[in-house]
């Protein structure tokens, strides 16, 4: 036994070249390295499981076969429409020039919104879901990475189920890690009313699928191609009441109208080309918008489908843009070194940079690790509040009074590389304030981080971050 051992061991360093060839980052590269010489076998394993990069690949040859942006015609000057182009002429060239910086590192057109609306919280996020799924005249796009096998799960279910019967067009796409159980009677009733439900990505050894490690995140619900709803929110009791000891879900969601419906339907319908193999080539499903073009938008789109890191880019040049003020919620705080960087730098030349981290977590290991960054990030002059009356599940950035970022995508490794995210970048000052004030509110519900304090934390919890500090890749 011991020498069978021995041999699956050493045979396990067969691993090593195919780490070394994905060229990660040298800290995951490293992480990997190390948990697969000292952790005999479980290493390998877990690198099997959840290091590697295969369904970016099937991913990607699956992108060359269909890409729903492919069906729509070119739009002037790197945009959406005539309508998105003549709003961008129409401002200031600092932000058209930062516009189109974004554009370079997503690869999108920048787009345009005719209203956007933030809604706080379930009870403001679920029943306006609610009245567009009941007005809903053609189609009803849902995408959310957890539905909670609950009554509010069972609740929209059976609205969805509703829809179908009236002969709307229902599809439901959940990730197979966030969500991976479903009441199978209502599923079953669902179906069988004409709706349509494919899990993104599961892990289904009978189908020979095995990743637990890249999973759908973004939270996106697309109604008749016109309404989009994006941001952290999902579906579960959770966040309706306090479900645990955790007490309650704080959460933001986006409700956009316009032309950035149909560039968000693309994400949606790239996502389930993945997941089932159906092209949603109707036109129908793309209508040209009749309404006009009021905000600025750019969609901020990551997966490890996307080469070039864009959400954390992104997020570093509206860092670099910022004159007065970076205010940044995140549920997770995990960040790389880019963007820990970008935050000092911001600090030290005299910006308002304000953290807002739960520290209340379903992942409490999260808490420990992120709080190694502190040190130096509270050197530089960033002021970091812990929320802790409940879970800040929130996803959102401000920069000046202008511009607002908000998403499904967390301030950590895996959101920044790992998890296919959607965050919306908006240029409104109404949309800034507002989410101004909820952060504003939100800051004082939080205990600020005392850098005298902090250093005297005692000696068992300095070691606790020092020791989960290096497999920060792998979280």
Request: aromatic content about 10%; glycine content about 6%.
């Amino acid at each position: 036994m011991k020498t069978l051992l021995l041999i699956g061991y050493f045979a396990s360093w067969g691993i090593i070249p195919h780490l070394l060839l994905l060229k990660k980052r040298p800290a995951a590269t490293l992480a990997w390295l190390w948990a697969i010489l000292f952790i005999p076998l479980l290493g390998a394993a877990a690198y099997f499981l959840i290091g590697t990069d295969r369904l970016k690949r099937l991913r990607l040859k699956r992108r060359n076969l269909f890409s729903a942006r492919l069906l729509r015609q070119p739009a002037p000057d790197g945009t959406t429409d005539k309508a998105t182009a003549g709003l961008l002429q129409g401002l200031p060239g600092r932000d058209r020039q930062f516009l189109q910086l974004l554009s370079r590192i997503n690869q999108l057109p920048a787009s345009s919104a005719e209203s956007l609306r933030i809604l706080c919280n379930a009870e403001e996020f679920y029943p306006a879901l609610e009245q567009r799924i009941q007005e809903a005249v053609h189609h009803i796009h849902l995408e959310f990475y957890i539905w909670q096998d609950d009554a509010t799960g069972a609740r929209f279910l059976r609205l969805l189920t509703a829809a179908a019967r009236r002969g709307i067009i229902v599809r439901l796409l959940l990730d197979g890690v966030g969500s991976p159980e479903q009441p199978g009677d209502l599923l079953a009733e669902f179906t069988a009313a004409g709706g349509h439900f494919s899990w993104f990505q599961s892990l289904d050894p009978m189908r020979l699928r095995f990743f637990t490690n890249l999973r759908n995140h973004r939270k996106l619900q697309i109604i008749d191609g016109t309404v989009a709803f994006i941001g952290g929110m999902n579906i579960g009791r959770e966040h309706e009441s306090p479900g645990s000891t955790l007490g309650q879900w704080r959460d933001v969601q986006l409700e956009a109208t316009g032309s950035v419906a149909s560039e968000l339907q693309e994400v949606f319908a790239d996502d389930w080309f993945f997941a089932t193999g159906e092209k949603l080539a109707d036109p129908a499903y793309f209508p040209v918008a009749v309404m006009p073009a009021r905000q600025p938008v750019h969609i901020v789109l990551g997966g490890p489908d996307r080469p070039n890191e864009p959400i954390s880019k992104s997020l570093v040049s509206l860092l670099n843009e910022a004159t007065d003020r970076v205010w940044i919620a995140t549920g997770y705080f995990v960040p790389d070194d880019i963007v820990l960087t970008a935050l000092e730098l911001a600090a030290s030349r005299g910006i308002d940079v304000r953290l807002l981290i739960s520290e209340k977590s379903d992942h409490p290991w999260l808490v420990t690790v992120g709080r190694s960054y502190y040190a130096n990030l509270l050197a530089a002059g960033v002021r970091i509040f812990e929320y802790s009356v409940g879970i800040h599940h929130a996803k959102i950035a401000l920069a000046d009074d202008r511009w607002a970022m908000i998403g499904s995508a967390n301030l950590d490794y895996r959101s920044m590389r790992l998890n296919f995210e959607l965050n919306l970048l908006l240029l409104s000052r109404g949309c800034n304030g507002e989410v101004a004030r909820i952060l504003d509110h939100d800051f004082k519900l939080c205990r600020e981080i005392n850098p005298e304090t902090f250093a005297r934390r005692p000696f068992r919890q300095k070691f606790a971050e020092a020791a989960l500090r290096p497999l920060s890749p792998m979280l």
